[in-house]
């Protein structure tokens, strides 16, 4: 019996105008049945006030945002505060994508701080790391992200360890339609629980929930979440589909049943 949630959290991207984000919402809403998984919608900020609406009598489900800055509040035109989040409903943050790390060259130093910020403010952190291709070619792939690891969050005390999700993301596997192997999978996720339980302890590795994301879909989800170390998924693409996101969903369920 694991000691850990299984999560499937749809991080939407920069994807759904605020119409069709109402209706993804309430097909999923509507569609899902109540289970053990937990479950986050991570939409665009426009849409998080009217998720947190439409999501708000039901337990298993949560709302989560894409981003955060890491300063408090102040003069930094266009971004979104911890504090913002958390008024909307949100319950958890993803950070560190890599295509902010790629596309808006955020290091691990300024992870860390969002890290901080979002532990401050009493969100979760959905704290993702992963290696491109080269690295996994070179073979270097579990050092690359074992450094993503240590240097997002091994400040924090167990304590606010505890509050973390993990969710592991091979740059090569995202929207590309490749996924890694299970095998892959469960492989890095075990070098990345093994680094928790170095660092603090067995006890907390054991509860962290660490999620794999990159081409997450119905068809592959099954043989991912059977894995001992791959607690749910990360899901782009497929979480824009209220199906596929239901069918991965049901998949993480039929996981915890075994
Ligand atoms: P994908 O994206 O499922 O479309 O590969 C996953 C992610 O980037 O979180």
Not at 111 to 136: H, N, Q, S, Y
């Amino acid at each position: 019996m694991k000691k850990r949630a299984n999560i499937v959290a749809g991080n939407w991207k920069m994807n759904k105008d605020y119409q069709q984000g109402r209706d993804l919402t309430l097909e999923i809403v509507n569609k899902l049945q109540p289970s053990e998984t937990v479950v986050i919608l991570c939409p665009p900020f426009t849409h998080l006030q009217n998720t947190h609406t439409a999501i708000n009598d039901i337990s298993n489900l949560h709302l989560g945002a894409q981003n955060c800055h890491q300063e408090e509040s102040g003069a930094y035109t266009g971004e979104i505060s911890t504090g913002m989040l958390k008024s909307c409903g949100c319950d958890f943050v993803i950070i560190g994508h890599s295509e902010r790390r790629e596309f808006f060259s955020e290091s691990d130093e300024l992870l860390a701080r969002k890290v901080d910020r979002a532990l401050a403010t009493g969100l979760r952190p959905i704290f993702c790391c992963g290696e491109p291709l080269p690295i996994r070619e070179k073979g270097t792939h579990a050092a690359h992200v074992s450094e993503q690891v240590k240097n997002g969050l091994f400040h924090l005390p167990e304590e606010q360890m505890k509050e973390v999700v993990i969710a592991y993301e091979p740059i090569w596997a995202i929207g590309t339609g490749k996924t890694a192997s299970p095998e892959q999978a469960q492989e890095m996720h075990q070098v990345i629980r093994s680094l928790l339980a170095k660092q603090y302890s067995e006890a907390l590795a054991e509860r962290i929930s660490i999620l794999y994301g990159g081409s997450v879909k119905p068809a592959n989800a099954a043989e991912l979440f059977a894995k001992p170390d791959v607690d749910g998924g990360l899901v782009g693409g497929a979480s824009l589909k209220a199906d596929d996101f239901i069918g991965i969903i049901n998949h993480s369920n039929e996981a915890l049943a075994k």
